[in-house]
């Protein structure tokens, strides 16, 4: 089947510096990439949407300049949480859209600012 | 996307059959139900989807009425390992680039021994 994976699984920040987290598709081309973020106790939340190439699409209430979407290519997206805050820890999850349109999810990357 | 209601939590003993609901009495005509699951700390997991006839897998079987407006996801044989959040979602059919999956609430099921 088709795998996402998450890079990295976890990790732990100082406020105010930015934290790249990775999203590739490792056995598929993924023309679009999605990205969520899910708070304890609450539903994944769609953040914006990816398409290799192009300009990230950004959910309502979601800062463009804070969550800095790149995706370079047909296997990997990027996420940069900039001047990250505390507030901003949370479970990153990435998905991936496959050539038949399904999606697929990575493993999530757990953030921790201090 | 239509909006789906599911019951936050349900329990399940281990080895019976867990049904799972889901309400989407606005579903569109070309939108198809999908079930995700998670499983704490994790991504979630593709399970099933469906347009209208009902359909079965290795993992589960997704019944859905004849009138569209509501569906359930049955895990014949539920083991601890199923305990995990269950999220039934809409879209726009497979093949539509603009589909994009949104998660409601879903329910939370428990496997008891």
């Known amino acids: 089947g088709a795998v996402v994976s998450q890079h990295p699984s976890w990790v732990i920040c100082k406020s105010g510096t930015s934290v790249k987290i990775e999203c590739r598709s490792l056995?598929?081309?993924?023309?679009?990439m999605f990205w969520y973020r899910q708070f304890p106790k609450q539903s994944l939340m769609l953040m914006a949407t990816s398409n290799e190439g192009s300009k990230a699409t950004y959910e309502q209430g979601v800062e463009k300049d804070k969550f800095l979407i790149n995706h370079a290519s047909l296997t990997l997206s990027t996420l940069t949480v900039t001047s990250a805050h505390p507030e901003d820890s949370s479970f990153y999850i990435c998905?991936?859209?496959?050539?038949?349109?399904?999606?697929?999810f990575g493993p999530g990357t757990r953030l921790t600012v201090l | 996307d239509a909006k789906t209601t599911q019951p936050p939590s349900m329990d399940c003993a281990e080895g019976r059959a867990a049904n799972l609901p889901c309400n989407h009495s606005t579903i569109s005509g070309n939108e198809y139900v999908y079930w995700y699951r998670q499983i704490h700390s994790q991504g979630p997991q593709y399970i099933i989807h469906g347009l209208k006839n009902n359909e079965t897998n290795e993992m589960a079987s997704l019944i859905i009425t004849e009138d569209r407006k509501s569906s359930t996801l049955i895990l014949p044989h539920a083991t601890l390992r199923d305990t995990a959040v269950y999220y039934c979602i809409v879209r726009v059919a497979p093949g539509n680039q603009g589909g994009k999956l949104i998660f409601g609430q879903g329910t939370e099921l428990s496997v008891k021994p």
């Open positions: 998905s991936a859209r496959d050539l038949e349109n399904e999606q697929f």
């Open positions: 056995d598929f081309q993924a023309t679009t």
